[in-house]
């Protein structure tokens, strides 16, 4: 699974989605790995943009660049984007 852009404050703690009227995710990402989701990838760019660092999510993430992130995409038979 990969986050890009603003996708990547879904992985901070401590995420407020009642003030947007939405559900809490904290609880759907760290059940990933029940699911079979082995390996979560962040945009380095996207911290980058936001002054984030990789360590401070709820999850194991790898930064990842351009490139790789194109590596990824063309690896893999289905991409969906939300």
Do not use: W
Not at 3 to 8: I, N, R
Not at 15 to 34: D, V
Not at 59 to 80: C, F, M, P, R
């Amino acid at each position: 699974m990969l986050f890009m852009d603003a996708g990547v404050l879904q992985l901070l703690p401590g995420q407020e989605s009642a003030l947007i009227e939405q559900k809490p995710l904290a609880a759907n990402l760290q059940a990933l790995p029940m699911f079979g989701v082995e390996d979560i990838y962040v945009c380095h760019h996207s911290l980058g943009e936001r002054g984030l660092q990789p360590g401070r999510f709820l999850l194991t993430a790898k930064a990842v660049d351009g490139a790789e992130i194109a590596s990824l995409l063309d690896h893999h038979d289905q991409v969906v984007t939300l």
